[in-house]
């Protein structure tokens, strides 16, 4: 969508020309009138349109009456433009542009479009409340904790006020509010939203009533300075591409730091998750003797862990207490990995799950063992959600077993490292590397020699086999390090690993 002032511009510039009676045919059918239309949005296959809703008016008299009911900017500009290519590319004689009639329609059409492309056209703004509404006769079926309507009111001194609801009903029969948030931001800030809100109806002449259609609508008010009240409302718009109301709305969300707004469009972005903390508690009734009883007696073992990732920190830290004065902890760091792991789960998932009874867990969870588990989501603009329940295949939430992937996957590459690896301390650069491999469909394991330190217990390899040689492929299942004077076997009848294949 093209700025109003650039319509504005475009408009007072022509009036200019069409208005001099000197100006030649040649320049108001040069090509530069058509490129900027092409530039500011206008469509020039429009006309027809123009045409369906206002009719074919040629005469100047009828079309300066029909102007006053005028109010689409986009569509004039549009009806302008396929007016002018007529002459431009199908005209008997472009000259035809200069007659009376053709220029005072021309002039006519460019004095509208620079009266509705002025930069206040609905006066001094004091406000703008913006009601997105999910809720359509399409009969969708929405949870009772779902968001279906927003509120969201902008004044141009930078306070801001908005509210959301969910589909469950007050006494009243009114909506839920499920949040709330009010807060200022620069009133500069507030004038550009504003602004841009303003050009966007402006531009569009939103003012179509879809109360009834099957559709989910949004509504807007725009009051200013003088009190006078400007009414809108349309459906939101699902299309792939980016388009107008995809556009405006995104330019709201990063401004006012709100990615889940609904505002003209409905392609609100879900909250960002920026911390994810997982609290494990086992209680194990154990009955036996400790050190410092005296005699056999049960005593409860708490073992807790808690693992905690955090994108502000680019960390995920591991806690395990053991008991009996005994913690394990492990961080890791990593720049990019944890803003993946975090932007990869579904808010939704990690933190719904079925409602089970309770006398599940009476009849399921084993007698002298208990496991619990809180799981705590910090998000960027909903603040903190939780939840709690039995640690097992049922009670945990319907996203913990690819979050639990994720993260174990993560932990999992880096291992223990290599200094108390005897894979890396247990070897010498002059030992023989012998590996242990196994045949398809075989039980025997035979020995061959790696030239190469790159192969890896689960790799498969090519050797060869038999007394031709042939190749066929084999898993290693075992990796020696042996210096050659420990060699057993005389290296000369050990055969050799061909290569390693580029697929386990």
Request: charge should be negative; proline fraction near 2%.
């Amino acid at each position: 969508m093209a700025e109003l002032n650039k319509i504005h511009n475009f408009a007072k510039k022509w009036l200019a020309e069409f208005r001099n009676l000197m100006v030649s045919y040649k320049k108001l059918v040069s090509h530069n009138f058509g490129e900027e239309c092409s530039e500011l949005g206008f469509q020039v296959y429009c006309g027809h349109i123009f045409t369906e809703k206002y009719g074919k008016i040629n005469d100047p008299k009828v079309f300066k009456e029909a102007l006053k009911d005028i109010t689409d900017i986009n569509l004039l500009g549009s009806a302008i433009y396929s007016k002018w290519n007529y002459f431009y590319s199908w005209a008997y004689s472009s000259t035809e542009i200069l007659e009376d009639k053709n220029r005072e329609w021309f002039i006519l059409a460019l004095e509208h479009l620079a009266k509705l492309s002025e930069a206040k056209p609905y006066g001094d703004i004091k406000k703008i409340k913006i009601i997105s509404n999910r809720v359509s006769s399409e009969h969708y079926i929405f949870n009772l904790e779902d968001e279906i309507q927003q509120s969201l009111t902008i004044e141009s001194d930078g306070h801001i006020w908005f509210s959301a609801y969910t589909s469950e009903k007050r006494k009243d029969g009114k909506y839920k509010k499920n949040r709330m948030h009010n807060f200022r931001i620069n009133p500069s800030v507030a004038e550009n939203i504003i602004s841009d809100i303003s050009s966007y109806l402006c531009y569009y002449d939103i003012t179509e009533n879809y109360e009834t259609a099957e559709y989910s609508v949004w509504t807007v008010e725009i009051i200013n300075q003088e009190g006078r009240i400007y009414k809108f409302n349309n459906h939101f718009i699902f299309i792939d591409d980016t388009n107008h109301e995809e556009y405006i709305s995104n330019k709201i969300r990063n401004a006012l730091k709100i990615p889940d707004l609904f505002l003209f469009d409905g392609k609100f972005e879900e909250d960002i998750i920026d911390r994810v903390v997982i609290d494990y508690h086992r209680i194990t009734k154990v009955n036996t003797k400790r050190a410092f009883d005296k005699e056999k007696k049960p005593f409860d073992w708490n073992y807790t862990e808690r693992l905690i990732v955090d994108r502000e920190t680019k960390t995920i830290e591991h806690i395990q207490d053991v008991g009996l004065g005994c913690t394990v902890s492990k961080k890791y760091t990593s720049k990019n990995e944890i803003d993946d792991i975090l932007d990869g789960l579904d808010i939704d998932s990690l933190l719904e799950k079925d409602v089970i009874e309770e006398k599940y867990f009476d009849l399921k969870i084993m007698p002298f063992e208990e496991r619990k588990y809180t799981i705590t989501a910090t998000l960027r603009n909903g603040g903190e959600k939780k939840i709690s329940g039995i640690f097992d295949k049922k009670g945990l939430p319907y996203g913990w077993e690819d979050f639990a992937e994720a993260i174990y996957s993560f932990i999992s590459f880096y291992g223990c490292g290599e200094i108390l690896s005897p894979a890396v301390y247990g070897k010498s650069h002059d030992d023989i590397i012998l590996c242990h491999v196994k045949f398809k469909d075989g039980h025997k394991t035979y020995n061959y020699i790696s030239d190469f330190d790159n192969i890896d217990v689960g790799d498969k390899v090519v050797v060869p086999v038999w007394d031709d040689n042939h190749e066929t492929t084999a898993e290693v299942v075992k990796i020696e390090y042996i210096p050659e004077k420990e060699m057993t076997i005389p290296i000369e009848k050990i055969k050799h690993i061909i290569r390693k294949c580029s697929k386990r």
